[in-house]
């Protein structure tokens, strides 16, 4: 079955048996409520580490009854966080949310060796799923939120998490674009030279799972009429399922555009660790919490 929008992925999940979400720090109201959503819909059963007078208070405010969760009672942020990921290392858990805590502190404990929850090798990156209704399907896209600017190594990762993401949603043979200022391969600008680099390596099978061109300008990736005009012919041209971006700038801000000003529906999660980790931000809506708690559910 293919995922085409987010609510095919609720129902999609509901009909999985639940996962086990442990939340870091859940004590806010914005992070409750769309938890309460998830355990509502029985997407997940729910795990909360943090003060336990101010989740009980929480919940109260909210008329939420938190008898519904586990609650493990820490007397500090780090503390919520070093039991909520001993709780994975465990396998008494099978998602990680953050709740009111930094992300920094959140993603030191989340690297920590003797949990073992990212291997040696591996990267952490954040993928984000977007439904926009000028866009004809899903679009996922990285990295947001956690590599500033990845080197070429990282970026050939983050193109076989993005497939690998695609391939949890339905999409046998995803199209991935390299996103650079331009289609020529230009030396002196490095997304265009990491793009053709990529492009070449899936050509010759050294990423394998679906169809990578590039560089490409993010408007020929999108919109046929610009690849049209442009006279740009690619499988990938304004039929993307998948955009790499060069850096964190250029995604956090394709991100917060579409979110705020188009009013696209987001879902955004960090992969590459023993477990997906839900690490929305301060000024993500409720529903983008439940849709991400969806998508690292799906691909759990």
Known sequence: MEIHCFNDLLEFVKKQP??????VNGVDANTLEALNQAVELGLVTAILTGDRGKIEQTCSELKIDAGNYDI??????????EKAVELIHEGAADLIMKGMVSTDKFMKVLLKKEFGLVASKSI????????NPNYHKLLLFSDAGVIPYPDLQQKIIITEFLINVSHKLGIAVPNVAVIAPTE???ISIQSCMDGATIAKMAEHGQIEGGFVDGPMALDVAINRESASIKGFTSPVAGNADCLLFPNIDAANVFYKTNSKLCKAQMAGI????????IVSSRGDSEKTKLNSIALASLIS
């Open 18 to 23: 639940e996962k086990r979400l442990v939340t």
């Open 72 to 81: 493990i009672h820490t007397r500090s942020d780090r503390e919520a966080a």
């Open 124 to 131: 952490l990156s954040h993928v984000a799923l977007m439904e």
């Open 184 to 186: 020529q391969i230009i």
């Open 270 to 277: 960090i992969v590459g660790a023993k477990v997906p980790a």
